[in-house]
């Protein structure tokens, strides 16, 4: 079975500080992996998404996360973080063709002004 | 593109009533759905998969006569809890697979609130 963790439960920054927030899944084979979003009051967006292809992928506002298939890691990024990124972030893992994705238990982000 | 909304954001009801809670997706049609529940400050935890034109396939634990799934076409899944309790009390969010990159787009999530 698929699992996924997110090692940083909460996360407080300052404005304008450098973002980095792990993710690791158990998987033995091919994945396709994500990174979603949560802003306060709103439902869930795609920040970005792994199929194949170069592990460096680049998301919308300015995220971008790594995939290192020796390390069955996907961690997100982004070198400066502003108070508008205040939210939950949540990594999903789903085995190709297989439908459904295992979410990790998210990471609060709080930026600080 | 690729929009999904939920009817309703929002149902308060009696316990031992019914709910329905609808999933669409707006722009593009989707054969798989998801449903999900979150618990406050935790994560998404999958409830069952709806398929079109088949039967809902659930995740171990999940009553299947408890929450009956009907994915009746390509944009349309409807999420009934049956009897319901205090204890259904979540948001309950739904998702559609948007082919060929099998992305999900979320529906905005529904609150119920069991009296």
């Known amino acids: 079975a698929q699992s996924v963790s997110q090692h940083n439960h909460h996360v407080i920054l300052s404005e304008a500080a450098s973002l980095e927030l792990g993710c690791n899944y158990s998987?033995?084979?091919?994945?396709?992996l994500f990174w979603y979003v949560q802003y306060p009051g709103q439902h869930l967006q795609l920040l970005l998404k792994y199929f194949s292809g170069d592990p460096l992928v680049k998301g919308i506002k300015g995220f971008e996360a790594e995939f290192i298939k020796s390390k069955f890691s996907f961690n997100l990024r982004k070198p400066s973080v502003q108070w508008s990124d205040t939210a939950e972030y949540f990594c999903a893992v789903t085995a190709p063709n297989a439908g459904k994705s295992t979410f990790g238990d998210g990471t609060t982000l709080t930026v600080k002004p | 593109g690729a929009v999904v909304s939920q009817h309703p954001s929002w149902v308060i009801c009696k316990s031992g009533t019914s709910v329905k809670i609808e999933c669409r997706s707006l722009d593009f049609q989707a054969t798989t759905m998801f449903w999900y529940r979150q618990f406050p400050k935790q994560s998404l935890m999958l409830m069952a998969t709806?398929?079109?034109?088949?039967?809902?396939?659930?995740e171990q634990g999940v009553e299947k006569d408890k929450f009956l799934i009907n994915h009746a076409s390509l944009t349309l899944s409807t999420l009934t809890v049956t009897s319901a309790h205090p204890e259904d009390s979540s948001f309950y969010i739904c998702s559609a697979v948007q082919a060929p990159t099998d992305t999900q787009y979320f529906g905005p999530g529904t609150r119920l609130t069991v009296l």
């Open positions: 998987y033995g084979g091919t994945v396709n």
């Open positions: 709806s398929n079109e034109g088949s039967k809902a396939t659930y």
